[in-house]
T-cell receptor, first 114, second 115 residues
Framework: GDSVTQMEGPVTLSEEAFLTINCTYT??????LFWYVQYPGEGLQLLLK?????DKGSNKGFEATYRKETTSFHLEKGSVQVSDSAVYFC?????????????FGSGTRLQVQP | GAGVSQSPRYKVAKRGQDVALRCDPI?????LFWYQQALGQGPEFLTY????????KSGLPSDRFFAERPEGSVSTLKIQRTQQEDSAVYLC?????????????FGQGTRLTVV
């Protein structure tokens, strides 16, 4: 079945550091890929997405590239801020067949220190 | 309201008690999903609806779990005879359609604790 694997956290960085959160997936066909973010006390929010190979999703300084050859969708940001502290979830969704719901990874907690 | 609303936000149930969790999706959203999120884990799919039709309930962990959306808007997730392993955050999400890249909007969830 479909699955998403994320690097375990917490990831602790100083402000302005470079961020990478690794995500790899297993799925039948060509799923859409997503990063969701959960800030403390809030619901999940879509951060960015990519719907086909080599697409790059970007938002709020974050970006991730859909790499079909390595089945990866790593999240990166060049300079993190304290306000980026949150839990980040990588997810996939099939486009045309099978279950249409999101399949999530286990989440990676990011802590940014001033 | 502007977003997906879930109630109650917190629920403590004694083992064996029945509970009902409510989800108010964004107005006009056709698709509605329920997920279960255990502590420290990602959300896991339970069931989804397209309007009032429950198209997939394969993620429901047992026959104690039941969901409905009778008028294609508000949905209720019911858990009968709650067990400790049911303790989790229950998330509801809605989207305008079922398409692959249609954004799903999540509520803040209901945290259920079974004691």
């Amino acid at each position: 079945g479909d699955s998403v694997t994320q690097m375990e956290g917490p990831v602790t960085l100083s402000e302005e550091a470079f961020l990478t959160i690794n995500c790899t997936y297993t799925a039948t066909g060509y799923p859409s890929l997503f990063w969701y973010v959960q800030y403390p006390g809030e619901g999940l929010q879509l951060l960015l997405k990519a719907t086909k190979a080599d697409d790059k999703g970007s938002n709020k300084g974050f970006e991730a590239t859909y790499r079909k050859e390595t089945t990866s969708f790593h999240l990166e940001k060049g300079s993190v801020q304290v306000s980026d502290s949150a839990v980040y979830f990588c997810a996939l969704k099939r486009l045309h067949t099978g279950r249409r719901a999101l399949t999530f990874g286990s989440g990676t907690r990011l802590q940014v220190q001033p | 309201g502007a977003g997906v609303s879930q109630s109650p936000r917190y629920k403590v149930a004694k083992r064996g008690q029945d509970v009902a969790l409510r989800c108010d999706p964004i107005s006009g959203h056709v698709s509605l999903f329920w997920y279960q999120q255990a502590l420290g884990q990602g959300p896991e799919f339970l069931t989804y609806f397209q309007n009032e039709a429950q198209l997939d309930k394969s993620g429901l962990p047992s026959d104690r779990f039941f969901a409905e959306r009778p008028e294609g808007s508000v949905s209720t997730l019911k858990i009968q005879r709650t067990q400790q392993e049911d303790s989790a955050v229950y998330l509801c999400a809605s989207s305008l359609a079922l398409g692959g890249d249609t954004e799903a909007f999540f509520g803040q969830g209901t945290r259920l604790t079974v004691v």
